[in-house]
Structure formats: C-alpha cells, structure tokens
C-alpha cells in the first residue's frame, strides 16, 4: 500500500532516501523529480535542453508528440511509437509553461503531461519484447514525482533485466521500500550487494538500510492520528 508522497514531511522523507543514495552511488543513479525538482542528467539528456537560456524545444517537443501520436493511431500496437509518445510528453513536461520557473517544480499542467506520460509508457510496456529500457530510468522518476513508486519500481525492473547492475538493484531497492513493498526492496537489496564490489558492500549496506527504515518512517501514521 502506497504512503501518501503529498505530506511534506514524508516527501522530504522520500527525497532523503533517494539523495542519500545518490550520494552514496557517486552520482550514478539518476535522480530527478523527487519533490518536484529538476536536475540535469538523464533528463538533459532525453530532453535534448541544456537548463540554459534561449529555445526550451517547446515546439520541437510538440512535433514529436503529435507524430508519435498520429502513429500510434494508425497503428495501436506499435510499441516504438507507444515509446516515442511516452518520450515526447516527458520533454513537454519538462519545459516551458509545465515547469515553474521560480520553484523549478512542475506545474499541474506539468503534472498532467507527466501523467500522460506515463500511461503511453504503460501502453509501450504492453506491446513491446524488450520495453525501452533507457525509457525506464525517466519514467521511473516520473512516477516517482506523481507519488506512485510501486510503479516506479516496475519501470525499474525493466533497467534491472536489461543492465543488471549494482546500482539499479540498489536504487530498485529504495523505490521498493518507499512503496511499501519491504519484501521486494530487501530481494533488490541482496541482489545489489551482491554485485557490489566488497569494500564497499558494507556502505550500501548500511545506506540500503537506512533507506528501508526512513521508507517505514515516511508510511508510519502520524503519532496520535
């Protein structure tokens, strides 16, 4: 069962669990979305937008929608098309009037395209062999900025089967214990230590717990509720 990710003290529950291990993976898992915010990175990177001045692709973004769109309309099964959907409404979300230029947080029309977003990954999921798995890593983070992490660990299982390393068991993990799903997280957990070199195995180890019990914290209910 999903803990409510709109408490803002249990949001920033959720984002200490994911910087933590950020920092502990030497920036090798991508972060972005969680409370909102927006970094570089994988989203710079499936964006095509630098964080600069000038053009925010706004119009660029919207071609793509609509081609992506037009073919997945005259072919509902095409998975490559579902995925290019997906890619599309993810860069529209992340520019222009979709982001707050003062917060740097998504606006709710921002919200609504990341939910759009979403379900076009959903619909690429649904008719693909081997879903795009470098999709996976953004999608995940937009589920994660909607406040559906059991989702965002789904996408992540989809990086896990395709890369299957340390780091993307480990940050399968944190998105497993922030849904509540303790069984799966400490499945990820073994997995990530076991792909961890050993002098560091006992640092994950000790960041992939503290993450389990900042996740048990964030869906505890309030004292006295």
């Known amino acids: 069962m999903l803990f409510d990710l709109r408490s803002p003290g249990r949001r920033r529950i959720v984002k200490t669990v ?6 502990l993976m030497g920036g090798g898992l991508v972060l972005f979305g969680i409370g909102g915010e927006v970094s570089g990175g ?20 919207e071609e793509r929608e609509e081609r992506a769109l037009a073919a997945t309309r005259a ?13 599309a409404r993810f860069q529209l979300a992340s520019v ?21 977003a979403t379900a076009a990954w959903e619909r690429h999921v649904e008719f693909a062999d081997q879903p795009d798995d470098r999709l996976a890593a953004v999608i995940a983070q937009a589920y994660v900025e909607l406040g559906e992490p059991a989702e965002a660990a789904n996408a992540q299982e989809v990086i896990t089967e395709a890369r299957p390393k340390a780091g993307a068991f480990a940050q399968l993990a944190v998105y497993a214990y922030s849904a509540g799903q303790t069984r799966r997280g400490d499945l990820a957990r073994d997995r990530a230590l076991e792909l ?11 960041q992939l717990e503290q993450a389990r019990a900042q996740a048990a914290q964030a869906a505890a209910p309030p004292a006295g509720g």
């Open 18 to 23: 994911y910087v933590t291990l950020a920092l």
């Open 42 to 61: 994988v989203v710079d990177a499936i964006t095509g937008t630098n964080g600069g001045g000038g053009d925010d692709g706004s119009e660029r973004f």
């Open 75 to 87: 072919n509902p099964r095409d998975a490559a098309a579902w995925g290019e959907l997906a890619r």
């Open 96 to 116: 222009g009037d979709n982001i707050n230029p003062e917060t740097g947080t998504f606006t709710a029309d921002g919200r609504t395209k990341l939910r759009q």
């Open 196 to 206: 961890t070199d050993r002098e560091q195995r006992d640092t994950l180890r000790q």
